[in-house]
């Protein structure tokens, strides 16, 4: 089945660093979504993208997906205290029919940010 | 809109105890799922539906029971419950198959 693979597992940085976080994808995906979860918290959505080597950004937030659709990225400008939280890639596969709606998430980042 | 509802927030079983996960939206979304994460594990699909009476299963399946009478409540059920079953359920629900899910609050299970 799709596997989606997320590095790295943990990140602490200090606040005003840089962080980025990155997906692997097994199989073409049809497009990939972010998700952050604050401590104690649930998965929230942060942004979905579906073209070949779209880039999106969200104020310091910036999301690539790769050429091949396999891999994408997450990169954090001058982390914040508040980013503080696990960061999900979420796949959907190419298939058609009710599988194509499942959504496969990496094992996720967890990002601590030192004051 | 309250999006999506989970009861409850927490609950201690007993093993071989069975227990019903409640979750609702009302968002009119055709897809509903339910998670389980794990430390390290990052959120593993049980069961899904993509309409009220389809549901199928996901990667961890064993041990959970669905249904889907309506569009709003998609419940899970734990017809025995064991120690494995520990861990932290999310329902989502989204609009389509290429749109955003929505995650309910979560239930902390805990077996003894």
């Known amino acids: 089945g799709q596997q989606v693979m997320q590095i790295p597992q943990y990140q602490h940085v200090q606040e005003g660093e840089d962080f980025t976080t990155y997906c692997n994808s097994s199989t073409t995906l049809s497009n990939i979504q972010w998700y952050k979860q604050r401590p104690g918290g649930h998965p929230v959505f942060l942004i979905q993208l579906v073209k070949s080597g779209e880039v999106k950004k969200q104020k310091r937030l910036t999301f690539q997906f790769g050429e091949a659709k396999k891999n994408s990225s997450l990169h954090i400008t001058a982390t914040q205290t508040t980013d503080v939280g696990t960061y999900f890639c979420?796949?959907?596969?190419?298939?058609?029919?009710?599988?194509?709606?499942?959504?496969?998430f990496g094992k996720g980042t967890k990002l601590s940010v030192i004051p | 809109n309250a999006g999506v509802t989970q009861t409850p927030k927490f609950q201690v079983l007993k093993t071989g105890q069975s227990m019903t996960l409640q979750c609702a939206q009302d968002?009119?979304?055709?897809?509903m799922s339910w998670y389980r994460q794990d430390p390290g594990m990052g959120l593993r699909l049980i069961h899904y539906?993509?309409?009220?009476?389809?549901?199928d299963q996901g990667e961890v399946p064993n041990g959970y029971n669905v249904s889907r009478s309506t569009t709003e409540d998609f419940p899970l059920r734990l017809l025995s419950a064991a120690p494995s079953q520990t861990s932290v359920y999310f329902c989502a629900s989204s609009y389509g198959g290429s749109t955003e899910a929505f995650f309910g609050q979560g239930t902390r299970l805990t077996v003894v």
């Open positions: 979420a796949g959907r596969g190419t298939h058609s029919g009710a599988g194509s709606y499942q959504l496969t």
């Open positions: 539906s993509v309409g009220a009476g389809i549901t």
């Open positions: 968002m009119n979304h055709e897809y």
